[in-house]
């Protein structure tokens, strides 16, 4: 009989992964207290008239895990899967990975419970207006500054920034990243995630003498960091190989040509039937031999039944939390070298800090800069985890967590505890 595997629970990986690196730390049980648990949790219903005049109740969440390095900074996801522990485990880990950047931010996450395929742009536009009247206590760009993630995009921020200044009665900016370049977004935010995955590849590849001209690559998800990451390592010379997204598998053993496959997803809204690929299954993609492979989609893609055929030297986690603690193990054991994903996708928050930076301060940066900025962030924050993984020989994960919790316990007994 077939069994179907029960997916670990996010917000017990987040858990667990605070907990080891708690450990190696030494951290004492009064700042593991302050500092591992969210501060606030939201629950809200929103309600929306559908298309067909039937009201729909959703379900939505906002949770601020940390404020005490700076105000809240997380994505806001429309998927059907979003619960309030995948949430609590996003947020949870946002917050480790802006310390590990080192920029002044706390970590927060939201998320509706709904599938955003199946409604009408109109449905989406009051969903997410209704929502954010509902989360409109939390937020604000000095209190909690949501951005996109999953299924949400510079439109959704709009709505979001818009129906936020309309409370107000004054247009408010700052209180989203990743909007619009004409409603103060960022050059260079779009493919920032993607973008600062590639600049940690660049620093792996030196730390292990592997050259990326040549190398072969993997990509499981398709969509934004997924394919700015795969355009970038192909424009670098490497050769990927086999990408994937919800509809299906491609490979080519002598390299997809990546802009005519983005072309190709652009205009048919799936990799799948790509010109000059073959179909292969999830499976396939993941236990393929390859030197890079880049998990780009959602959680607990490479688990404890799975982890062992993977056949990669580098795992690049463009995605959150696609590695579970379980899985972490056995690819230790097999001596594959693993860019922790508060690590390597936190390009994305670090190019919507320099965006937040840019509308508070009413000056706006040309896309070079902003590049030259992220690489420098991305290049000394690896080399931060890199030195802990050496000096300490513990894995990357855990070394990125302790880089990421000890500062924020910093912080904490800086601050110390009110009243």
């Known amino acids: 009989m077939l069994t179907t595997r029960v997916a670990d629970n996010a917000y017990d990986v987040a858990l667990e992964n605070f907990d080891t690196a708690a450990n190696a730390l030494g951290l004492d049980n009064d700042t593991r207290e302050m500092i591992k648990y969210p501060e606030r949790i939201l629950m809200v219903t929103v309600p929306v008239r559908m298309d067909d005049g039937h009201i ?5 969440f906002r949770v601020q895990h940390s404020t005490v390095r700076g105000p809240a900074k997380g994505g806001i996801r429309f998927h059907p899967q979003v619960t309030l522990d995948e949430v609590k485990a996003l947020a949870t880990w946002m917050t480790w990975k802006c310390a590990v950047v080192n920029i002044p931010f706390g970590g927060a996450k939201g998320g509706i419970t709904c599938d955003p ?8 536009e009051h969903m997410t207006r209704r929502y954010t009247a509902a989360i409109l206590p939390l937020i604000g760009p000095e209190q909690d500054i949501p951005a996109p993630d999953v299924y949400t995009n510079p439109q959704t921020m709009a709505w979001i920034m818009d129906t936020y200044s309309m409370t107000k009665g004054y247009s408010i900016p700052g209180v989203v990243t990743g909007k619009p370049l004409s409603l103060g977004g960022s050059l260079g935010r779009n493919e920032a995630t993607g973008r600062g995955a590639f600049y940690t590849l660049e620093h792996a590849c030196e730390h292990l003498k592997l050259p990326m001209k040549g190398a072969t690559v993997v990509v499981q998800g398709f969509g934004n960091a997924g394919s700015i990451a795969a355009e970038l390592l ?3 010379g490497a050769k990927v ?3 994937s997204d919800s509809t299906g598998c491609v490979f080519n053993k002598n390299g997809l040509k990546i802009p005519e496959l983005i072309r190709h997803k652009v205009s048919s809204g799936r990799v799948a039937e790509f010109a000059g690929s073959e179909a292969i299954s999830a499976a396939e993609l993941l236990a393929m031999a390859c ?4 998990p780009a989609a959602l959680e607990n893609a490479i688990h404890s039944d799975n982890a062992a055929a993977v056949r990669a030297k580098i795992i690049a986690e463009a995605a ?7 899985a972490d193990r056995i690819l230790e054991a097999n001596g594959i070298f693993v860019i922790p994903d508060i690590l390597c996708n936190a390009g994305g928050v670090t190019v919507s800090y320099f965006e937040w930076v840019q509308d508070e301060q009413h000056l706006f940066w040309e896309a070079q800069d902003i590049y030259n900025r992220l690489e420098r962030v991305m290049k000394n924050s690896f080399a931060d985890v890199l ?6 020989k513990v894995p990357m994960r855990v070394a990125a967590n302790m880089l990421g919790i000890g500062r924020v316990a910093e912080a904490m007994k800086l601050r110390g505890v009110y009243p």
């Open 291 to 294: 030197d890079i492979l880049v």
């Open 117 to 124: 395929k199946s409604m009408s742009p109109t449905e989406l």
């Open 241 to 243: 190989i086999a990408v």
């Open 56 to 60: 729909h109740r959703f379900e939505g």
């Open 320 to 326: 959150n939390g696609p590695i579970t603690p379980a």
């Open 234 to 236: 192909h424009k670098a």
């Open 387 to 392: 030195k802990i993984h050496l000096d300490h």
